[in-house]
């Protein structure tokens, strides 16, 4: 088996870290640790999945799988004897983690404080579980017991205990480093006391990690760092430009939080990467950004329930990642990276093969070796990988505290009183959740079967009802779509997105007419309303009103210049009034904002067959199918390009994909001009 060029790999994991804030402090020469890494090694935008909720995507990370392959569907389950919740404990994952394969694989690897790590895995190695800071007493000067099953080995427990900083005994001076006016707002004051217990717990993230790396050699250690979300939740809202619920006290007090806490991480990591030596490559990531200018929402005056549904809209889908070190290519450009693939990167820098049933790629144009070829699948390789028996159901303590703090960040509703409500409320979201998942990779017949579920459980959900329209369209089940958007309005008959959804299930059913009855109200307040100008324009696109479409995307583009699909519609528009080149441009306007849009190569795609320019025509279609391979068009095109240019093998194998496309729900928009069956009729080839 071929080595990697990592000697020692260090993952450093900070949630919701944001290229935005980053490199706001790098220009004002903040930030100098991570400026040295960015400046040694490559960065760019990750691409994150949907559902945007941390411990489905912290796991898709440690095992480069999606939410359906790795199991981790919510930020609590129900207990094993059904007596209650707890937090989502590494028994639930179904398949093996990075620590695993690397224990495997005979490497020595630490994690600290990775999502659903509880309880601690037996690996060759230091696992410190999330549920470290647990059951802080409230007493400053009481016992505070490590729970069971949170360190291993057993016997490193009393050096982490002992390593663990309290948040009633948290340095004064620290505090008024991350909050210089703390004496004037008082240490007992609700959003001190948050940002204590939250920073407290991250000082004991770090605090564990150089016990980990300290005890001996390793070759890879994985530490996660939540404060950034957590913090954020509570504090980017004062972040300047003044939001209009926050009074100018407040901005002047809490305004410069944020940006502290990131400088407080920037200072963490030079001390892990002293920890861990010279000569250790480092790979540093987030699982999404967080929005901090004009687009954060505003969910103060929200209800709970509202508030949980719209808390992941703080979430920007880039995140941040960097490479550095031995074995990476200074410099490197690295191409569209998603989340799935650092755990192949991880494995093949240090020299070991990804498994074929790994969703992500090796991000091989940002290292210096060559990967090794693939295996079947890393969990039909036998031996000790350091997982818990098949049959360990362990009924954890009571983690009464980090459910508690869920509730607080707003990704939980309170939870109901009695303990069938807890559990029907668990299994309703995390089946949503997995509807999301398999729905954001195009699998959108799958994702029908748990939104149908659902919906009938809980007719008046919004969120259940759009899902499973948005669904619906995607199969072709136009009129049950509209269905579905008619029955959610009887219940919320101001539902614009209900609105827009029916009005799109009507145009594609052919009822252009009755379309746009419903979408007259709704263009009669878009001016006020640039948030909704994305999704009419979407619709006025699906209703064949291209000049129309056009300038509510210019609106959407204003708004938000980053707004990738905007840039595509664009693109839609001017393919389908026979704008080649104008098309072309705005479909690269979008790429360059972001590689990972297989719609935006797909338009590309489509617009370089209209010019002749087959070659590169049939390189942004393969583009398209590679980062989203469920859409029936990028199969169509590609099947038309390759005849067309004599090669009846590769039209043979795109076609027969077509099919298995469209069952999945990769139907197209009805009556595109210039779309594949007008190219196949003007050029006489064979129609898809």
């Known amino acids: 088996m071929p080595a990697g060029n990592a000697q020692r790999l260090l993952i450093v994991g900070w949630d919701a870290a944001d290229w935005i804030l980053i490199d706001r402090l790098f220009a004002q020469g903040r930030m100098p640790n991570l400026r040295r890494l960015v400046d040694a090694g490559a960065r760019a935008d990750l691409s994150t999945l949907e559902p945007k909720l941390s411990p489905l995507l912290w796991s898709s990370i440690a095992t480069g799988k999606t939410a359906d392959k790795h199991g981790i569907l919510n930020f609590v389950e129900p ?75 057993a016997d490193l427990s009393p050096e982490v205990a002992a390593a663990r900083v309290r948040a009633r005994a948290f340095p004064r001076e620290s505090l008024r480093m991350l909050l210089p006016k703390v004496d004037e707002i008082g240490v007992g004051e609700a959003r001190v006391v948050t940002l204590t217990k939250l920073m407290a717990y991250a000082a004991t993230i770090e605090a564990s990690a150089h016990v980990a790396m300290n005890r001996g050699a390793w070759d890879a250690t994985m530490v996660f760092f939540d404060a950034i979300d957590t913090v954020g939740h509570h504090f980017m809202q004062y972040v300047a430009p003044r939001m209009a619920h926050v009074t100018e006290r407040e901005q002047r007090l809490f305004g410069g939080v944020m940006e502290r806490v990131y400088e407080w991480h920037d200072a963490c990591l030079g001390r892990l990467l002293e920890t861990a030596g010279a000569g250790t490559t480092v790979l540093l990531l987030s699982d999404h950004g967080f929005h901090s200018d004009h687009l954060r929402p505003n969910l103060s005056d929200l209800p709970p329930e509202r508030r949980m549904e ?24 690295i191409a569209s990276p998603n989340i799935l693939d650092l755990a192949p990167t991880a494995l093949a820098l240090l020299g070991l093969p990804a498994g074929a049933d790994q969703d992500g790629r090796v991000l091989a144009e940002a290292i210096e070796c060559e990967a090794p070829a693939r295996i079947a699948s890393w969990d039909e390789v036998a031996g000790e990988a350091g997982l818990h028996p098949p049959e360990m159901r362990q009924d954890p303590f009571e983690a009464a505290d980090a459910l508690k703090q869920l509730v607080d960040l707003g990704y939980m509703a309170a939870l109901p009183e009695d303990v069938q409500g807890q559990l029907d409320l668990v299994r309703r979201e995390s089946g949503f959740n997995l509807g999301v998942a398999l729905m954001s990779r195009r699998r959108n017949a799958e994702a029908v079967v748990h939104f149908e579920r659902l919906v009938a459980e809980r007719p008046a959900e919004s969120r259940y009802a759009l899902c499973l329209a948005n669904c619906l369209v995607a199969v072709g089940r136009h009129a049950d779509a509209a269905a579905a958007a008619e029955a959610l309005l009887a219940h919320e008959p101001a539902n614009i997105e209900a609105k827009l959804l029916r009005a799109a299930a009507l ?76 098309a072309a441009g705005h479909a690269l306007d979008a790429l360059e904002i972001s590689q990972a849009v297989p719609e935006a190569h797909l338009i590309l795609g489509a617009a370089l067959a209209w010019y002749g320019d087959l070659e590169n025509a049939r390189t942004s279609l393969g583009f398209a199918v590679a980062h989203g391979g469920g859409h029936a068009d990028a199969h169509r095109w590609l099947a038309l390009v390759a005849e067309k240019l004599g090669d009846r093998a590769g039209a043979e194998a795109a076609r027969a994909r077509v099919a298995e496309a469209i069952a999945q729900g990769g139907v197209s928009p009805r009556g595109d001009p210039f779309g594949p069956a007008e190219f196949a009729r003007k050029h006489g080839l064979h129609a898809v």
Not at 315 to 327: A, E, F, I, K, N
Not at 545 to 573: I, P, W
């Open 507 to 582: 145009a594609l059913s052919g009822d252009v007419a009755r379309a746009n009855e419903v979408l007259r109200p709704i263009e009669a307040i878009a001016a006020s309303r640039p948030d909704i100008a994305l999704g009419l324009a979407n619709v006025l696109a699906v209703a064949g009103r291209f000049a129309d479409a056009r300038r509510a995307y210019e609106g959407a583009v204003a708004r938000n210049a980053r707004e990738t699909m905007a840039h595509v519609g664009l693109a839609r528009c001017q393919l389908a009034c026979g704008g080649f080149e104008e």
């Open 310 to 333: 719209l808390e992941s809209s703080w979430h920007r889908p880039q995140g941040v990642l960097v490479m550095s070190g031995p074995g990476v290519r200074r410099g490197a450009e």
């Open 79 to 153: 207990k094993p004897d059904g007596s209650g919740l707890q937090v989502s404990s590494s028994t639930s994952r179904k398949t093996k983690a990075l620590w695993n394969i690397l224990s495997q694989a005979g490497r020595l690897v630490h994690v600290v404080g990775w999502y659903a790590s509880h309880p601690a895995e037996p690996v060759a190695g230091v696992v410190v579980s999330n549920l470290v800071q647990e059951g802080e007493p409230a007493s400053e000067s009481a016992a505070w017991p490590m729970p069971a099953g949170v360190v291993h080995p």
